[in-house]
Structures are given as structure tokens and as C-alpha cells.
């Protein structure tokens, strides 16, 4: 059974730019979560994403965009980078949404410069 | 606007040691609350969760404390190993039947245990 994979691993964008980040969710998961941790913080909700639909939003702005596919695979999407977003991006699956225990994958490390 | 508040920040224990971290909260919505552990290069991994209708939950050296009245909730490790040091963050959620299982995470404790 795969776990939940993420690319790329790092990456360096410079203030302005957009990026996409990917997630893979591990088999059988249709729930997908996206969080940013910034250097030594814990981890923040920035949206979930349910059978394609977003389910829940947390506070960030609308230049954070996402997507779920078919196959339940997401993208996270920033566009116009500030130097504060530079931070881990994590994505976790779930089997569902109430009572299902959330897998975290190994993140995004995104630079702004 | 912080919704759980974690403490120590850091902390020392010795081998065979008990370490212990603290989380309180404010939302009284919350009825779901995880412990997660997590390594350098490593996503968070589920440690233990309890829901508030106990009042502790263990599993192996892992022991969660929850007081509902003074919404606190507390992790112990009992005869903590070097391999337990890793950052650990407490989080909660609101785990109603409607779902969204978005979680609201503490700053992170990062446990040291020497030899």
C-alpha cells in the first residue's frame, strides 16, 4: 500500500510568481487536506477537498486554490507568492470525513525569495 | 488566533524518564483530540487520540489526560527512549457527523531524550 506522496520535494519561487503543488493520496482515500507549517509552528488548515468538492476552508486567502481529481489526487495553487508563504506545505488523506484518522505525507518545502 | 496552546516548547528528559507536554484549548466544539508526532523530513504521523467522553487513553508508553472541565489535555511518555525525539503537537477538531476533520494544531513541543 502506497503512502501519501507529494512533489515536487522542494522548491524556490521569487515574490509574484504562482506555483502548483502536488499530492498523491494513499489508496482507498478520498479525502484530501492541505496545511501549511511555517518554520518551527504547527501545522495550519488552509482547505479540504471531498469527492472533488471543497469542504471546508480555512483562514487563508483566495489566491490559495485547489483541486481534486478523479482519482482523488490534489493540487494545491498560490498565486502572486509573498515572502510569508515560504513554508512546509503538507497534504493528508483520509478515508472519509467524520472518524477517519488522517495519513500526512512527507510535504513541499516552498521557498520565496 | 491561537485555538490551542501548547507547552514546553522544548524538553529534555533522560532515558527511562517520563515526558510531558501540555495543550489547552478554547473552542468547546472541539470533541476531537489527537497527539501527532512528527520527524525532521517527515510528515505528522497519528500518535494517540482521545475523545472527550474519557477522561485518559492508553496505548503502550503513550498516556493521554484530558480534563473536559478545564479543557486541558495532557501527553505522557513513560521510560522514554532517545528514538521518542521528534517534535510532537497536540491538535484538536471538531468531529461532528457533518465531517471536516480540518485540524487545529498546537505550536509543537520538540522532546530531546539523552542518555
Known amino acids: 500500500e502506497t503512502g501519501v506522496t507529494q512533489s515536487p520535494t522542494h522548491l524556490i519561487k521569487t515574490r509574484g510568481q504562482q506555483v502548483t503543488l502536488r499530492c498523491s493520496s494513499q489508496?482507498?482515500?478520498?479525502?484530501v487536506s492541505w496545511y501549511q507549517q511555517a518554520l518551527g509552528q504547527g501545522p495550519q488548515f488552509i482547505f479540504q477537498?471531498?469527492?472533488?468538492?471543497?469542504?471546508g476552508r480555512g483562514n487563508f486567502p483566495p489566491r490559495f486554490s485547489g483541486l481534486q481529481f478523479p482519482n482523488y489526487s490534489s493540487e494545491l495553487n498560490v498565486n502572486a507568492l509573498e515572502l510569508d508563504d515560504s513554508a512546509l506545505y503538507l497534504c493528508?488523506?483520509?478515508?472519509?470525513?467524520?472518524?477517519?484518522?488522517?495519513?500526512f505525507g512527507p510535504g513541499t518545502r516552498l521557498t520565496v525569495l | 488566533q491561537q485555538q490551542v496552546k501548547q507547552s514546553p516548547q522544548s524538553l529534555i528528559v533522560q532515558k527511562g524518564g517520563i515526558s510531558i507536554i501540555n495543550c489547552a484549548y478554547e473552542?468547546?466544539?472541539?470533541?476531537?483530540f489527537p497527539w501527532y508526532q512528527q520527524f525532521p523530513g517527515k510528515g505528522p504521523a497519528l500518535l494517540i487520540a482521545i475523545r472527550p467522553d474519557v477522561s485518559e487513553k492508553k496505548e503502550g508508553r503513550f498516556t493521554i489526560s484530558f480534563n473536559k472541565s478545564a479543557k486541558q489535555f495532557s501527553l505522557h511518555i513513560m521510560d522514554s527512549q532517545p528514538g521518542d525525539s521528534a517534535t510532537y503537537f497536540c491538535?484538536?477538531?471538531?468531529?461532528?457527523?457533518?465531517?471536516?476533520?480540518?485540524?487545529?494544531f498546537g505550536t509543537g513541543t520538540r522532546l530531546t531524550i539523552i542518555p
Open positions: 477537498y471531498y469527492r472533488e468538492e471543497e469542504n
Open positions: 493528508a488523506s483520509s478515508q472519509g470525513l467524520a472518524g477517519y484518522e488522517q495519513f
Open positions: 489508496s482507498g482515500h478520498n479525502t
Open positions: 491538535a484538536a477538531s471538531p468531529n461532528g457527523n457533518f465531517g471536516n476533520e480540518k485540524l487545529t
Open positions: 473552542n468547546t466544539a472541539f470533541d476531537y
